[in-house]
């Protein structure tokens, strides 16, 4: 069994190679190349045609950590987690779903707990470049520095780049985070982490589900923004939020 199923892998990844989609290159707004063992713990989900879609954590050899908003409705069986690389169009192995458990209190409108879990349907080969990243259990306080990593868009309907790239940030309390998105305040919430820097960096689509990193522990799901890194606040599901619903599964 162990034998098929390395075959399977290694004919799902030329697979995955030849059938892959160039598409508009999107990336954090305003951040900088990751380098080789920055994140290991990063996944590329992808829909059935190796379009990507959105970020991802590793959490175990079984699941990724992403978004409500980017995983919900889809079917794990057309969709792909593909670890192991820095690049979008690099040789990969992917790792097709059996499950997507959504958290049960996911708000659609405000963002709430913008969190689901991918069960892939074979176990993932962990490498030195392909590692889970633990869950903090502490509630992260106001001015705290922090990493996000991404492939998400350079600008609102921009283009992309093929590399991880990733942004320091620093975080913000609620409250301020609130009256600093006007309008879009009020979808603030206990669940919600938001982080700030200055106009010309932020997150952007594409990079949801990526993790919010503080000392090699994931602090936060990569939520929301309005609309790329306008100089207002970048919205991050709180991991102590959500902890211990996702150690239940993991």
Do not use: K
Not at 26 to 41: F, L, S
Not at 83 to 90: D, E
Not at 100 to 128: C, D, G, K, R, S
């Amino acid at each position: 069994m162990a034998r098929l199923q390395q075959i399977v892998l290694v004919w799902s990844a030329i697979l995955v190679v030849a059938s892959a989609i160039v598409g508009p290159d999107r990336r954090i707004v305003g951040g900088i190349d990751a380098v080789a063992g920055d994140a290991p713990w990063m996944v590329s989900m992808r829909n059935s045609l190796n379009s990507h879609l959105c970020g991802g954590t590793l959490l175990s050899n079984r699941f990724v950590l992403s978004t409500a908003e980017c995983l919900s409705g889809r079917l794990a069986t057309t969709t792909m987690a593909v670890v192991g690389s820095r690049f979008l169009n690099t040789v990969a192995v992917p790792y097709w779903g059996l499950q997507i458990i959504t958290h049960p209190n996911y708000n659609v409108n405000t963002l709430e707990n913008n969190v689901a879990l991918f069960q892939v349907a074979i176990p993932l080969i962990l490498t030195q470049s392909i590692q889970p990243i633990a869950l903090s259990p502490e509630v992260i306080g106001v001015a705290v520095r922090a990493r996000v990593f991404g492939w998400g868009a350079s600008q609102a309907g921009g283009s992309n780049t093929n590399a991880l790239q990733f942004l320091n940030v620093n975080t913000l309390s609620n409250a301020d985070c609130a009256s600093f998105l006007g309008a879009e305040g009020w979808r603030v919430g206990p669940s919600s982490l938001c982080t700030l820097t200055r106009e010309g960096q932020g997150i952007c689509s594409g990079d949801e589900g990526g993790a919010l990193v503080l000392d090699n522990y994931a602090i936060g799901v990569a939520s929301w923004g309005i609309p790329c890194a306008t100089g207002r606040p970048d919205v991050f599901t709180r991991i102590s939020s959500v902890r211990s619903w996702i150690l239940n599964f993991i």
